[in-house]
């Protein structure tokens, strides 16, 4: 199986906040990279698909990059209800995997 | 409008076999590429994919859990039934299902259900 290795495993930031998490893969997956944002008691929801394309109605502040092994999210300016537990999932191939995820919280 | 529900049991005793169903709107699951998956997550870890369905009956399940994993579909009611053998208490979590895009996402996701495994 694929491995996800996701970093940091938590964060804190301040509004305003450029913040950047990583993701690595254990071996390439192409671009078949989401990351997906998930606040207490809810559903996960996808924010990027594909590495790079923002899923429609995402704030454009939230931004991918990287194909391969290596990508990461960016939050340009952080606000208050960004704060929450990111994960990447690899759709390149089954079993689909997920990163450990990282708790972004308020400094 | 995609829509996703998951219905089931909220306490199962250890040993019995959970059933699960997703039942959904806003998409058939006879459109090529389309899939749904089912995910777990226990208390306060992390999301696991558990198993997908495609369009085309395809089934993937995740190795650690085949052996007691079934995902079956049923295109005329819109729903799809994940069904786990042999619960533990390990198994505790809250399960969700989603819709699985051509190109690989998962964009819609119901809102879960808790299953506590306890005797």
């Known amino acids: 199986a694929i491995q996800m290795t996701q970093s940091p495993s938590s964060l804190s930031a301040s509004v305003g906040d450029r913040v950047t998490i990583t993701c690595r893969a254990s071996q390439g997956i192409r671009n078949d990279l989401g990351w997906y944002q998930q606040k207490p008691g809810k559903a996960p929801k996808l924010l990027i698909y594909?590495?790079?394309t923002l899923q429609s109605g995402v704030p454009s502040r939230f931004s991918g990059s990287g194909s391969g092994t290596h990508f990461t999210l960016t939050i340009s300016s952080l606000q208050p209800e960004d704060f929450a537990v990111y994960y990447c999932l690899q759709d390149y191939t089954s079993p689909y995997t997920f990163g450990q995820g990282t708790k972004l919280d308020i400094k | 409008q995609i829509t996703l529900k998951e219905s089931g049991p909220t306490l199962v005793k250890p040993t019995q076999t959970l059933t699960l169903t997703c039942t959904f709107s806003g998409f058939s699951l006879t459109t090529g590429g389309v899939g749904v998956g089912w995910f777990r997550q226990p208390p306060e870890k992390a999301l696991e994919w558990l198993a997908l369905?495609?369009?085309?009956?395809?089934?993937r399940y995740s190795p650690s859990l085949q052996s007691r994993l079934t995902i079956t579909k049923d295109t005329s009611t819109n729903q799809v039934v994940l069904t786990m053998t042999d619960m533990d208490p390990v198994d505790t979590a809250t399960y969700f299902c989603a819709h699985r895009r051509s190109l690989g996402e998962f964009a819609f996701w119901g809102p879960g259900t808790l299953v506590t495994v306890s005797s």
């Open positions: 369905i495609y369009w085309d009956d395809d089934k």
């Open positions: 594909a590495a790079s």
